[in-house]
C-alpha cells in the first residue's frame, strides 16, 4: 500500500457490489437465492454492499437484510454503504406528493436507523446523503451526520451526487470527515475529470465511489454513439489484455485514474461480477486507456 492510499479517510477497497436493480427482475430474487448470489460475490472478492434507502421503492435494504439474516457469517462477511434523503410518493413516504430531496439531520437520523433494522446490523460502514438538498442549510444535515458518528451508528459518513463546493462546505463543518463522493463515472460519462470533484478527492484523500460504471448498461445497449465506437474499441483491445470481458476493461480504464474510484458493479447476473473482477489483474497501457478516452468521445485528445 502506497503513503497516499495508507492516508486515505476511508478505503473500502476497489469494487462494490450495487442493489439498486437487485428486485427490478420479473421474479425477484428469495432470500435464499440472494444469500448464495452474495456468497458469489464475497468468492469473487467482493465485500462491500452499496444501497440504499429508496432502492427497489424502498424494498431493497429489507431484501438485502433478510439474505444476510439467512447466515450470520455473511452478515458479517460485508461492509455495507447505503444513503438516504430521496422521498417519491409511495407508502413509504406518504407526506410526498411529488418527489423531494430531504437532507435534515432530524430525517438522515430517522433514516439510518431504519437502515440499521432492515439490514439487522448493529453498524453502517459508510452512510451517504443520496443527493444534495436544496432545501436544507449545512449545518442541520452536519448534525445528523455527526450524531450518528458519535452515537456509534455509522463508522464514516460522505455524500454522493454533490459539486465541490457542496462537499467543501459540508466537510469543513464535519472538520474534515466526509469519506466519499458518490458520483456517476465511466468512459461514457466522464464529468468527474472536468468538474473538479476527482480533484477535491486527491485533495482531500478521499476515495470516490464511481456509480453506473458501464453507463447503466447502454454500453451493450446503445446501437449507435458513444457506446458503439467504445465496444468496438474495447473489443479490439480484449485480446492484448488475455482476452479480458470489455466490462473489466471499463471497470480498470476507471481505476486507473489517480483518485481509484471505487467501482459499483450492477448486475444482477452473477456471473458477470466474477468477470468483471478480472479487472484487478489489468494495468491499462496509458495509449490503450486514452484510445478507450478517444472512443467514447469521438475526437482525439485537444
Ligand atoms: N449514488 C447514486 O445516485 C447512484 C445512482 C445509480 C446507481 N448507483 C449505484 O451504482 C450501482 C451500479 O449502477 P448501475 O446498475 O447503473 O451499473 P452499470 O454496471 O453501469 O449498469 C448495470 C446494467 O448493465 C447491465 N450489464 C452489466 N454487464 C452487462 C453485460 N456484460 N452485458 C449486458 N448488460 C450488462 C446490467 O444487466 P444485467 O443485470 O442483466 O447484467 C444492468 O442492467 C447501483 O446498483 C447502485 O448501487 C448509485
Redesign the pocket.
Known amino acids: 500500500m502506497s503513503e497516499t492510499e495508507s492516508t486515505l479517510r476511508c478505503d473500502l477497497g476497489d469494487f462494490?457490489y450495487?442493489?439498486?436493480?437487485?428486485l427490478d427482475e420479473d421474479t425477484p430474487p428469495s432470500a435464499d437465492a440472494l444469500a448464495d448470489r452474495l456468497r458469489r460475490c464475497l468468492e469473487a472478492g467482493i465485500e462491500v454492499l452499496?444501497?440504499?434507502e429508496i432502492?427497489g421503492r424502498y424494498r431493497v435494504e429489507e431484501a438485502i437484510g433478510s439474505a444476510l439474516m439467512t447466515d450470520p457469517e455473511l452478515r458479517g462477511a460485508f461492509k455495507i454503504v447505503t444513503?438516504a434523503g430521496i422521498d417519491v410518493p409511495s407508502d413509504e413516504k406518504a407526506h410526498a406528493s411529488i418527489p423531494q430531496y430531504d437532507a435534515t439531520g432530524a430525517n438522515l437520523v430517522r433514516c439510518a436507523e431504519k437502515s440499521l433494522r432492515l439490514l439487522g446490523v448493529d453498524t453502517l460502514d459508510l452512510f451517504?446523503v443520496?443527493?444534495p438538498d436544496w432545501l436544507t442549510h449545512p449545518e442541520d444535515t452536519a448534525s445528523g451526520l455527526q450524531r450518528l458518528l458519535d452515537e456509534g451508528k455509522v463508522r464514516h459518513v460522505g455524500v454522493?451526487?454533490y459539486t465541490i463546493h457542496q462537499f467543501a462546505t459540508l466537510d469543513k463543518l464535519l472538520d474534515g470527515r466526509l469519506a466519499t463522493n458518490?458520483?456517476?463515472f465511466?468512459p461514457l460519462c466522464m464529468d468527474p475529470l472536468y468538474d473538479g470533484v476527482f480533484d477535491q478527492c486527491l485533495q482531500s484523500r478521499v476515495r470516490p465511489?464511481a456509480?453506473?460504471?458501464?453507463?447503466?448498461?447502454s454500453?451493450?445497449?446503445d446501437r449507435e454513439g458513444a457506446a458503439q465506437r467504445l465496444r468496438a474499441k474495447l473489443e479490439d483491445l480484449s485480446p492484448k489484455y488475455g482476452d479480458a470481458?470489455?466490462?473489466a476493461l471499463v471497470y480498470a480504464w476507471i481505476l486507473a485514474t489517480p483518485a481509484r474510484p471505487m467501482v459499483?458493479?450492477?448486475?444482477?447476473?452473477v456471473e458477470?461480477v466474477a468477470s468483471?473482477m478480472k479487472a484487478s489483474g489489468i494495468a491499462l497501457e496509458r495509449e490503450d486507456w486514452y484510445a478507450i478516452w478517444e472512443a467514447a468521445q469521438g475526437k482525439s485528445v485537444p
Open positions: 462494490a450495487g442493489t439498486w436493480r437487485l452499496d444501497t440504499a432502492y444513503k451517504l443520496h443527493r454522493s451526487n458518490q458520483v456517476e465511466s465511489m456509480w453506473s460504471p458501464l453507463g447503466g448498461g454500453l451493450f445497449s470481458p470489455i466490462d459499483i458493479l450492477g448486475t444482477n447476473k458477470r468483471g
